[in-house]
């Protein structure tokens, strides 16, 4: 169990983001890259990803700060050098969702890999977020990297800290945005 209190957000919640949080069936689905994965309680990098899409998709910042302990520190590729601290993360959510307006952000991840070891766990991927118009149309995309460092205090597991980056192209000194086939 993710270790977070019901409330009203709760209730208006897709079923992969209350099962990924513990509440109801122990077997649910992440939609990667096109496919399903079927979790169990096991998978924990999989059953944060679809809590974090979720939570996203229906601009939830309950639901995302949820995920996340008092003292994170993130490293985002967006804006800031660093945010310290849930007030912190929690204000860059409600700025981030406030500004899609009608649309939303659909989150999916490819090349999950992650370890757990006692309290700590440790899991990365490849994020690709596509803003949609509330007709359906894809608006546009982009992909980063993420890192997530996650502990388990008290029966709930927390992300700790989060790192997300994309490489820089040498030439124009962008960032790479848009995965080529490896």
């Known amino acids: 169990m993710?270790?977070?209190?019901?409330?009203?957000?709760?209730?208006?919640?897709?079923?992969?983001s209350a099962a990924?949080?513990?509440?109801?069936?122990?077997f649910y689905s992440l939609a990667v890259k096109g496919r399903f994965t079927r979790m169990d309680?096991?998978?924990?990098?999989l059953r944060v990803l679809a809590?974090?899409?979720?939570?996203?998709?229906?601009?939830?910042?309950?639901?995302?700060?949820?995920?996340?302990d008092q003292d994170i520190h993130v490293f985002d590729m967006w804006g800031t050098w660093s945010l310290r601290g849930l007030?912190?993360?929690r204000d860059m959510a409600a700025g981030w969702f406030s500004s899609l307006g009608d649309e939303c952000v659909v989150v999916t991840s490819d090349d999950e890999s992650?370890?757990?070891a006692g309290a700590l766990a440790i899991g990365h991927a490849?994020?690709?977020y596509t803003?949609?118009?509330?007709?359906?149309?894809k608006l546009r995309s982009l992909s980063n990297r993420v890192t997530m460092a996650l502990r388990k205090t008290g029966g709930s597991w927390k992300i700790i800290h989060e790192h997300t980056s994309a490489p820089i192209d040498h030439q124009s000194q962008q960032a790479i945005l848009h995965r080529s086939d490896d």
């Open 2 to 16: 993710m270790g977070v209190e019901t409330s009203s957000w709760q209730r208006r919640l897709p079923a992969a």
């Open 20 to 26: 990924a949080l513990g509440w109801g069936s122990p």
């Open 41 to 45: 309680e096991s998978n924990l990098f």
């Open 51 to 68: 809590a974090y899409s979720d939570a996203v998709r229906v601009k939830d910042v309950d639901a995302f700060t949820a995920l996340y």
């Open 87 to 89: 007030a912190a993360w």
């Open 114 to 116: 992650s370890a757990v």
């Open 126 to 128: 490849v994020l690709t």
């Open 131 to 137: 803003e949609i118009a509330p007709d359906g149309t």
